[in-house]
């Protein structure tokens, strides 16, 4: 058996961290058995569905590195796989189930529904267990899906096991409203069948949906696909992950400076393991490791911070040069115009500086922002560093030091500057961080010998007089 597995995202909003985790499952697992990892839009959504966001899933997915064998924007033998190119075909499912006895029109009104279902209610069963096929045959409305009332649905769920649904808990559902719209419990099935989809993970949320497309299935003659129900995703306060947790949507994540690998090895890590210890990993031991019986059934905490750190380990672990040409875009953006070459030959100065203390790509455009323009304090560093007895000597000391140094790099920065601190005798912090703030305009930048190599000494000194003035008032 080749395995073949989908994704079936929604564009109705943007693609969310949850679905992502699910895609990057399933393209695992087809990726470990050589198998075919399908994209397929559930779009019946009409007023919901957007090609905006159908667009935004696709680069969502290509930025993680997803790359899918058939589906929307490859093709394949199904068609588009849009759901909303396939209505003819539910509806001609529909037919066939109805003409087989398994399933039935159905045109009570909605009074007369609420009705059973208050008397269910009253019995205290199953909501829909008296909405079952009237004596009445009629040849319009919606489609409903006869359940057979005394068999239950059993099946071995690859994550938790044995799961067995009672017949009386599944009311007859409609498959197909009475306007011709496929519910989404026969869009999935059918397409599942069409598609030979052999096995089936997805969130755990829909495991109540599971049985109803098991019975769809057996209604069709197909055979049924393994399934799969992944953990839910929760934030650190144990909650149901949503946006108060930060961002959901994987192209926030893109967008804020996060590199694929990072947030592809982060994503695999909730709910499965590569072994006990391992926390990062290439894509391709991922893929030689991966199974879906290997995955947790316990729920899988999405934590921000880890996510944070392990960005920043990859960004440091990037080589320099390929670091220097992603973070080009994000130093540009934060001086708001395109470096020249000289400006450029800057910033590689201390480039492998700012690599160490960067863990998301804006951050090396914000370290260095000074080297390029004329800035305003940071008003918090000021007000910390700049208001405390002594600093307005040190400023005018080093500026007097400095421009006595002949050769402008480093290390004879360094040496006149920690000259300067041991006659005065102060230590490094209260000596050097007001250099730091009049400087830079911050507390938080590149070393400091190194960021006033990178300026240079007209501009070194400039800042230091300014500085100098601003606190003269």
Request: proline residues 5%.
């Amino acid at each position: 058996m080749t395995v073949r597995v989908r994704v079936a995202p929604s564009p109705t909003g943007h693609l969310h961290v949850g679905t992502a985790r699910a895609a990057l499952f399933n393209w695992l697992y087809a990726r470990h058995h050589g198998g075919t990892f399908i994209l397929r839009i559930d779009d019946t959504d009409r007023e919901r569905s957007t090609a905006a966001y159908e667009e935004d899933i696709l680069d969502s997915l290509r930025w993680l590195g997803l790359d899918w064998d058939e589906g929307v924007g490859v093709g394949g033998p199904h068609g588009d796989y849009r759901q909303s190119s396939r209505y003819e075909r539910y509806q001609q499912a529909a037919a066939d189930l109805v003409a087989s006895g398994a399933a039935y029109y159905d045109n009570r009104s909605p009074d007369e529904l609420e009705a059973l279902r208050r008397r269910a209610e009253e019995e205290h069963l199953h909501p829909g267990h008296y909405i079952r096929r009237p004596e009445k045959a009629v040849a319009e409305g919606a489609v409903r899906l006869s359940v057979p009332p005394d068999q239950p649905v059993v099946f071995e769920d690859l994550v938790r096991g044995k799961i067995s649904f009672e017949a009386r808990d599944i009311d007859d559902f409609v498959i197909l409203r009475s306007d011709g719209t496929p519910t989404y419990h026969l869009a999935s099935t059918v397409d599942d069948v069409d598609y030979d989809i052999t096995h089936v993970a997805r969130g755990e949320d829909l495991l109540p949906s599971t049985p109803k497309h098991i019975l769809i299935t057996r209604a069709l003659g197909a055979g049924e696909p393994g399934y799969a129900h992944l953990p839910l995703l929760f934030g650190t306060d144990g909650k149901k992950l949503s946006k108060r947790h930060g961002a959901e949507s994987l192209s926030t994540y893109r967008d804020e400076g996060y590199l694929p690998d990072a947030v592809f090895n982060y994503l695999s890590l909730l709910g499965w393991s590569i072994d006990g210890d391992r926390t990062i990993f290439t894509r391709d031991e991922a893929i030689a490791a991966f199974d879906l019986i290997d995955v947790s059934r316990n729920p899988a905490v999405f934590d921000p911070d880890k996510l944070s750190w392990m960005n920043g380990e990859y960004i440091r672990a990037t080589d320099p040069e390929e670091f220097r040409a992603m973070a080009r875009p994000h130093v540009e953006a934060a001086i708001g115009r395109s470096l020249d070459e000289e400006e450029w030959s800057r910033f590689e100065e201390v480039s492998d500086l700012v690599q160490e203390r960067t863990r998301f790509l804006p951050e090396a455009g914000e370290q260095v922002v000074f080297l390029f323009e004329d800035f305003e304090y940071d008003q918090a560093a000021w007000d910390k560093v700049m208001a405390k007895d002594g600093v307005p000597g040190i400023l005018k000391t080093a500026q007097e030091r400095l421009a006595a140094v002949d050769d402008w790099a480093a290390a004879d920065i360094e040496a006149v500057l920690r000259g300067m601190l041991e006659e005065m005798g102060l230590g490094a912090a209260k000596g050097l961080q007001p250099l730091r703030v009049a400087v830079t305009g911050t507390s938080v930048s590149p070393p400091l010998f190194e960021s006033l190599a990178a300026l240079g000494k007209e501009k070194t000194l400039a800042r230091l007089e300014q500085a100098q003035r601003e606190l003269a008032g």
